[in-house]
């Protein structure tokens, strides 16, 4: 595969993004506020061989938003694997298949009103201070064995979109901040934990930024054993802090979710 350079993220829609003259081999492209940068491969080449090889090897696939022929969804997962065309398909068909058999398209705050009016999960009002959407979980609300799993991975994905829909231009990932002040054991859920992983590595790669454990009493510990392996990589990802942390590095005083305020 030839070498890969960009000089800026790929988190830019096909759309913003036109072509000049190609240059020995490569193709320039501009971003529609006049910024040049340069590719050593075509990228529109490569979404438009992509597109290709889901519809001629899966047609039964959907299109549209989240669907075989969605450019920018298949920029995003060349990207993640590294611009490899066969992996790229692979991971795109069951994202796709994913999306379509979860019924992700139809999922609204309707559609979780029951267990988000708990309270154990939202989309934060405002972006973090590296200007990232922030998806809190209140460990401490959430009760395993009174809610269907059904239930709370709606909620989970619901959330997932509705951050990823904050995310500024430039922006690529989210925030998430565990908030384990007054977690018991009846509030451990490794399942739930599990699919929640499950679903940022298969589904929504390289979205997550950072996470935070705030303020995790000595009862999640065992908890916190537990579910490392089944975060793969995104293990790296964890910070253990306390609520100054979050206040005083992740937000401003008109920013700081209402939890979190002194």
């Avoid at 029951?114 to 405002?126: E, L, M, N, W």
């Avoid at 059904?150 to 565990?178: M, Q, R």
């Avoid at 509030?187 to 390289?206: A, E, H, I, S, T």
């Avoid at 979205?207 to 510990?221: E, N, S, T, Y």
Wanted: glycine letters at 4%.
């Amino acid at each position: 595969m030839a070498l890969l350079r960009f000089r800026y993220p790929l988190s830019l829609p096909l759309s913003s993004l036109s072509s000049s003259s190609p240059a020995h081999g490569c193709r320039r492209f501009r971003c529609a506020a006049g910024n040049q940068a340069l590719f050593s491969v075509d990228a529109t080449k490569l979404v438009l061989e992509v597109k290709e090889k889901l519809e001629r090897e899966h047609p039964n696939l959907p299109v549209g938003k989240n669907g075989r022929d969605d450019e920018d969804m298949i920029l995003w997962f060349l990207k993640d694997r590294k611009f490899s065309v066969e992996e790229a398909v692979m991971k795109l068909t069951k994202a796709i298949k994913w999306h379509e058999d979860f019924g992700v398209s139809d999922l609204c705050e309707e559609s979780v009103k029951s267990v988000y009016g708990t309270g154990k999960a939202y989309v934060h009002d405002f972006l973090d201070n590296n200007g990232r959407p922030v998806l809190v979980v209140v460990a401490s609300k959430h009760f395993p064995a009174k809610q269907e799993p059904i239930e709370d991975e709606k909620l989970c994905v619901y959330l997932i979109e509705t951050a990823l829909n904050k995310l500024p231009p430039g922006t690529e990932e989210i925030l998430g901040i565990f908030d384990l002040r007054g977690f018991l054991v009846e509030n451990g859920d490794v399942q739930f934990l599990k699919f929640l992983m499950d679903v940022f590595y298969y589904y929504y790669p390289r979205r997550l930024g950072q996470v935070l454990f705030v303020d995790a009493p000595f009862v999640f510990q065992p908890i916190w054993q537990l579910v490392k392996p089944l975060m793969r990589s995104y293990a790296s990802l964890v910070r253990f802090c306390d609520m100054e942390t979050v206040r005083k590095e992740y937000f401003t005083e008109s920013t700081v979710p209402t939890d979190f305020k002194d």
